[in-house]
């Protein structure tokens, strides 16, 4: 009830019943399912909030990690060497044995990862437990305990967890390109004349070339002089894509 300044008589409220200005618990409570209903339906690696705690499935992370290994390709046109995961696995069709120590060469190589952990020690993915996210940070569980991954600020699903080349590939195939003649016979064949294709032109190329025949031993050997000289450690997904653009063309980065 409100009164007139100049007559100090009652003036009866028009406005909104207090039940809109204050609701009523109820209302609150049916606000919050009906909010809740669409925010269930999400996986919990995908929603995430700075209190949860979410455990890294370990084998997902590496059959992730193996399908990149399988899959990155490189097109490095001012080194006439094109490195072509995809074009593999043809050449070897129709040796089991080869196609065996292929897979055994990418098992080691994520076996290897190096992940650096926030005491400066350095441990690798075969060696871990488990890794989880807790408060937006990742920590690797290991026989020395919990320990906090170095440079995860932000990490909040599976997602977020990417692997880089401590050496840059473009310098390993630029240094190890004289050891690699089948490669190079390869990426002649691929390049049919042409100087400049992109990933998508090699990709056309690969059913031609898989018929070409080849030294299968030879061309193992040189993937692994390579996958000897690769060191892989996990990075931030973001922390990749950035140095990524700094390097321009030549990335050297799994996603």
């Known amino acids: 009830m409100a009164f007139d300044s100049c007559s100090g008589h009652k003036i009866k409220s028009e406005g909104f019943p207090s039940l809109f200005i204050f609701p009523p618990l109820s209302l609150c409570f049916f606000t919050l399912i009906i909010l809740g209903s669409f925010l269930l339906p999400y996986p919990h690696n995908l929603l995430f909030s700075a209190v949860d705690t979410l ?29 072509t995961p995809r074009l593999y696995p043809k050449l070897l069709k129709n040796s089991l044995e080869h196609k065996e120590n292929l897979r055994k060469l990418y098992l080691k190589l994520i076996d290897e990862i190096e992940i650096e952990l926030i005491n400066n020690s350095v441990v690798k993915f075969s060696n871990i437990d488990t890794l989880y996210v807790e408060q937006l940070e990742l920590f690797a569980l290991t026989k020395c305990g919990r320990i906090k991954v170095k440079d995860f600020q932000g990490c909040t699903s599976i997602r977020d967890i990417t692997l880089d080349h401590t050496i840059p590939f473009y310098d390993l195939i630029s240094n190890l390109r004289d050891r690699l003649p089948i490669l190079k016979r390869l990426s002649f064949n691929i390049r049919n004349g042409s100087n400049n294709l992109t990933k998508e032109q090699m990709r056309i190329q690969y059913e031609r070339v898989s018929k070409i025949p080849i030294d299968l031993n030879c061309l193992l050997s040189e993937l692994e002089l390579l996958a000897g000289e690769t060191k892989l450690r996990l990075m931030l997904g973001k922390n990749n894509f950035s140095k990524g653009k700094s390097r321009g063309l030549k990335t050297n980065f799994f996603i």
């Open 55 to 83: 455990t890294v499935d370990i084998k997902e992370l590496k059959k992730r990690f193996l399908s990149r290994l399988r899959t990155q390709e490189r097109a490095y046109n001012d080194l006439e060497i094109y490195y």
